[in-house]
């Protein structure tokens, strides 16, 4: 059976997990590498775009450093990253060297995505180096990255990265080759999943070598409930499953395929709901609740019964009832401290227009 895609694939986001760039000794699976690059570069030299989120630098860098097990501080992971990141790098430019494409470092930290100027800036860095038929090699800035900061896995980056782009498809690679269940001791794979539900959520089990690899199943089953919610398929594959990448796009039932959303969340609206970090809590009445949850009004101040939080214009914030019950998320036009010095002059002032809003499914 071929899979078929609702539209072409110009654009892949390839996610490469720590347990497919090194082994059990710490150290790059060469051979693995050198063929994972081959088949990035074939679909480049294709003229399919090509951006690819790498982790590894953490356990390259343990390995580098002669460590064997992954310490636990901040301060100590974000020094074996420093290190493995430029093992990391001089392997892949290494490997894509010699298949006569280029490649380029972009790190990123979550405050990339949380304000609207950078995540526009981000999103036109990468198509700029696409445009050079460059491909972006993308992990997260753990040098700098603090607990506040951090996405948590690289699963959930290279989700974040493919709504980024726009992507046609997001290809998760790792060491198992799909999705799978446990029946009857038998472990069988499933091809394809339509949605995430809770039965598939219950699947998210299998175990992880905490010293290589973060996050397992649960964490690929959230970042793919991220991606296809912008409308972008997933494929969770085995990165040592020969020709995989060319095998995916071609439409092979290779690893398990995830389908995407028919309703196309717009990236403004999957930006305010999945990305930006709330910065502060808008408690309203019960008339701007009917309001927003009926009639598909903007948020006026005369409905605003409480603020909570160091927001600023333009950040997002968490609308809800005076139950504490979440009603939406919204960029909020005015700071805080406006918010109060506006509410003293009275006014049917617009806190959130209409179109900056998205509410909550209920
Ligand atoms: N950024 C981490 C690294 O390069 C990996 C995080 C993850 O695997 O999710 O080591």
């Known amino acids: 059976m071929i899979r078929t895609f609702k539209r072409p694939i110009k654009r892949v986001v390839i996610k490469v997990g720590s347990s497919v760039i090194a082994d059990y000794t710490l ?5 693995q590498l050198r063929s994972l690059v081959g088949q990035m570069s074939a679909l480049n030299q294709q003229g399919i775009e090509v951006i690819l989120v790498s982790s590894g630098a953490i356990v ?10 992954r310490p636990s501080d901040l301060a100590s992971l974000q020094a074996l990253a420093a290190v493995g990141q430029t093992v990391l790098m001089k392997t892949y430019s290494v490997f894509f060297k010699k298949t006569d494409t280029k490649c380029a470092q972009v790190l ?3 405050e990339d995505f949380d304000s609207r100027n950078r995540y526009n800036n981000a999103s036109h860095t990468l198509k700029a180096i696409l445009a050079h038929k460059v491909i972006p090699i993308i992990n997260e800035n753990d040098t700098i990255s603090t607990d506040e900061i951090k996405f948590g896995d690289n699963d959930k980056l290279s989700a974040l990265v493919a709504g980024l782009v726009h992507a046609d498809l997001l290809i998760l690679l790792s060491d198992v080759k799909g999705l799978y269940e446990k029946r009857d001791g038998k472990t069988q794979y499933f091809t394809e999943v339509k949605e995430i539900n809770a039965d598939i959520q219950g699947m998210a089990t299998g175990s992880v070598n905490a010293n290589i690899s973060k996050g397992g199943m649960a964490a690929k089953l959230a970042a793919i409930k991220i991606a296809t919610h912008a409308n972008i398929p997933c494929v969770i594959a085995s990165g040592s499953t020969k020709n995989v990448l060319a095998d995916v796009i071609n439409g092979q039932p290779v690893g398990t395929f995830f389908f995407s959303k028919e309703d196309k969340t717009l990236a403004r ?22 309001a927003l949850l009926t009639r598909g009004k903007s948020l006026l101040l005369p409905g605003v019964v409480k603020c909570e939080g160091h927001f600023k214009a333009d950040d997002v914030v968490i609308i809800q009832d005076q139950h504490a019950g979440e009603i939406a998320r919204g960029i909020v036009h005015y700071s805080v401290a406006d918010i109060l010095n506006i509410s003293e002059k009275k006014g049917q002032h617009e806190v959130i227009h209409c179109d900056d809003l998205v509410l909550c499914k209920r």
């Open 60 to 69: 390259l860098g343990m390995g580098e450093l002669g460590l064997k097990t």
């Open 108 to 110: 990123l930290t979550w």
């Open 269 to 290: 609206r999957h930006w305010i709901s999945f990305i930006a970090k709330p910065k502060g809590t808008i408690t309203v009445d019960d008339g701007a609740v009917a």
């Open 27 to 31: 150290k790059a699976r060469s051979a």
